[in-house]
């Protein structure tokens, strides 16, 4: 009777055993069969100097817009971005965000890598916003001693930035006066952070309202206006000369 007491006894805690193996081994391959993360996208893009990026989910392209007169060939940002990945490099180069500078002045490729080692591109572009045309307006232009007839006024698409007109009108009974060969000239323009040059026969130089012009056409006079801190973005106007009767 002892004997088969002892044999169930060693009996159940085999089955125990047993059974305390099996849950072991089925812990070992849960922890064995865990999924690595394949997100690998980023959310969320900025500079350094709070300008928001757009984020196109379908082209993987992130837009950012700076001001115009910001000279991007030298302009250097700190992007603050957030990303569902474990890693987010430029070439062999982490970037930690709000962290690592880099220059803007070309396309650059962010690549995002997930858990599971796939990696997603994105491509970020950052641009000028389109200048204002009303920052080149002429406000005032006068031929000096010809002011008994002559109204000077200009005209312009904003849409186009690179040429404009200035129409200046005379009395249709009136004959083009022969000063205008060799004429003073005063330019007021809306904006100060402008400089004003003059194109004659193809030479640019400043404008100089002591110097006498020849303005018989657009060859011999153009007037420039430049963005003094944008130096690439100017708009050129051309004369033209009108008789109009309604003006008198």
């Known amino acids: 009777m002892i004997i088969r007491?002892?044999?169930?006894?060693?009996y159940f805690i085999f089955i125990a055993l047993f059974f305390l193996s099996c849950g072991r081994k089925s812990s070992n391959n849960v922890s064995e069969t865990y999924i690595k993360s394949s997100n690998k996208d980023i959310t969320s893009f900025q500079l350094s100097n709070n300008i928001e990026g757009i984020i196109d989910t379908n082209?993987?392209?992130?837009?950012?817009k700076v001001p115009y007169n910001i000279n991007l060939s030298n302009e250097i940002y700190k992007a603050i971005f957030v990303t569902t990945g474990q890693d987010v490099k430029i070439g062999q180069i982490s970037q930690i965000s709000n962290?690592?500078?880099?220059?803007f002045n070309r396309d650059l490729i962010y690549t995002v890598y997930a858990e599971d080692e796939s990696k997603?591109?994105?491509?970020?572009s950052v641009l000028n916003e389109?200048?204002?045309p009303y920052l080149f307006n002429i406000e005032k232009f006068i031929i000096v001693g010809t002011s008994d007839y002559y109204i000077n006024t200009y005209n312009f698409n904003p849409d186009l930035i690179s040429q404009r007109n200035i129409r200046i009108y005379y009395d249709y009974t009136s004959n083009m006066p022969p000063s205008i060969t060799s004429s003073k000239v005063l330019i007021n323009t809306e904006f100060d952070n402008v400089e004003i040059n003059i194109i004659s026969n193809g030479n640019l130089s400043p404008f100089n309202p002591n110097t006498y012009y020849n303005l018989t056409n657009s060859n011999n006079f153009k007037v420039q206006i430049k963005l003094k801190e944008y130096p690439y973005t100017f708009v050129n106007y051309?004369?033209?000369?009108v008789k109009d009767p309604t003006i008198f």
């Open 5 to 10: 007491n002892f044999i169930k006894i060693i």
């Open 59 to 64: 082209l993987n392209r992130i837009y950012v």
């Open 99 to 103: 962290n690592t500078p880099n220059l």
């Open 120 to 124: 997603k591109d994105y491509i970020v």
């Open 130 to 132: 389109p200048v204002d």
């Open 238 to 241: 051309e004369l033209s000369f």
